[in-house]
Structure formats: C-alpha cells, structure tokens
C-alpha cells in the first residue's frame, strides 16, 4: 500500500523551531519519478506550497518563507523532514506531505496532514 | 514566481447544475495545471492533471480545458458529494509549485 505519513508537535511555541516528518511506504525516495513536497493549511485558508525535494536531493522553497525552512531527506528511513524556524502564531496550520509525479507535475498522493498550534 | 488567480471565489450551486471554475496563471504555464478537490477537514484529492487529464478513479462529469494562461475546471451535473473547495496548481515553474487561493462550491 503506497502511503505517505506526517508526524510531529501538535503544539508549539512562538521562536521555537518546528520539525515535521513524512514517512512514506509502498515507494522509493530514490525513484526518480517520483518527489515530495511540504504543503500547510492555516485553518480556513488556501493551500500554501512550502518545499519540495526530488530523488537527486535538489531542493527547492517557497520564496516568502525560504529563510525559515529546511527540507531533507533520509531514504534508509523512508523519511522526508521539514524543519520551520521562529515559528509564530501565524504558522498554525495543517501541514501535508505530498508524493509529486515528475512527469506530469501531480500531486497523486497526500498525507492524512497534521495540525501544528503556535501558542504560549 | 508565477501567481494564480481563480475566480469565483465561492459560489451556490443547485445538484444538477453546470458549474464552471476559472484559473488564471499571471504568466503562460502551457498545460502544466492540475485541478484538487478538498472536503473539510480532509487532504486534498486530484482530479484532472496536465489541464485536461481526468486522474483514474474521477467521474467523468468533472472536465478541465486551457493552455497558456486560462484554464476551466466544469462539474457538467453537481452531485451532493461535489460541493467542497477546488484548487489549481501549476507546475511549469518547476521546481517551485503554486497553488491557487480556492473556489469554495456549496449547496443552494
């Protein structure tokens, strides 16, 4: 069964940094058809497109938040880590991984997400 | 970085009615634009990719067309499980990914 995971904090607190990780089964982080990317949520809000890493370890950000994200990955794991600096209270969202298919640009397969808090 | 637009941003519907969604890249993205559907509190599901491509598994009432810059998501009869939020994608600006802001679809 192909599935991809988010674990992390459910609360934070504001400056802390937050580290988030998607598990995924049933695929290779080394299939070069296939990346992930990082996609948040804030609660009644857009879909807002974080990061993303291919099978070669090219990475890429979103430009507004490229200061504050680090992305990675550990293929022994199976494993796709987010880390987010100087969290505040307007980073509280859903976060999502996603499994992108390279040729077509789709994102065909999303984490169940997980809702990260900001507060003191 | 290319901006999306969509338009309406929400609108009322009748099940059995036509509904159609707009998308607009702020430059040209040929095809590489994908259309999700998401329900609360759930992720969101893909229904057409490459601006025309039904995903396997989407009914056939859901249908996407555009290149360039404009592109169209249709629901030819909305069905009770249709009304949700639907967002476009783009992916031609490779490696960095937009989303749209969202067209929340409800009932009438």
């Known amino acids: 069964q192909v599935t991809l995971k988010e674990s992390g904090p459910v609360l934070v607190k504001p400056t802390e940094t937050l580290t988030l990780t998607c598990t995924v089964s049933?695929?290779?982080?080394?299939?070069?058809?296939?990346?992930v990317s990082w996609i948040r949520q804030p609660p009644g809000k857009a879909l807002e497109w974080l990061a993303h890493i291919f099978s070669n370890d090219e990475k890429s950000y979103s430009t507004s938040l490229k200061s504050r994200l680090t992305i990675s990955k550990d293929t022994s794991k199976s494993q796709v880590v987010l880390t987010m600096t100087n969290m505040d209270p307007v980073d509280t969202a859903t976060y999502y991984c996603?499994?992108?298919?390279?040729?077509?640009?789709?994102?065909?397969?999303w984490g169940q997400g997980t809702r990260v808090t900001v507060s003191s | 970085d290319i901006q999306m637009t969509q338009s309406p941003s929400s609108l009322s519907a009748y099940v059995g009615d036509r509904v159609t969604i707009t998308c607009r890249a702020s430059q040209s993205i040929s095809s590489y634009l994908n259309w999700y559907q998401q329900k609360p509190g759930k992720a969101p599901k893909l229904l057409i990719y490459a601006a025309s491509s039904l995903e396997s598994g989407v009914p056939a009432r859901f249908s996407g067309s555009g290149s360039g810059t404009d592109f169209t998501l249709t629901i030819s009869s909305l069905q009770p499980e249709d009304f949700a939020t639907y967002y476009c994608q783009q992916s031609y600006s490779t490696p960095l990914f937009t989303f749209g802001p969202g067209t929340k679809v409800d009932i009438k």
């Open positions: 996603a499994r992108m298919d390279i040729l077509s640009g789709k994102y065909s397969l």
């Open positions: 049933g695929f290779s982080l080394t299939n070069v058809r296939m990346s």
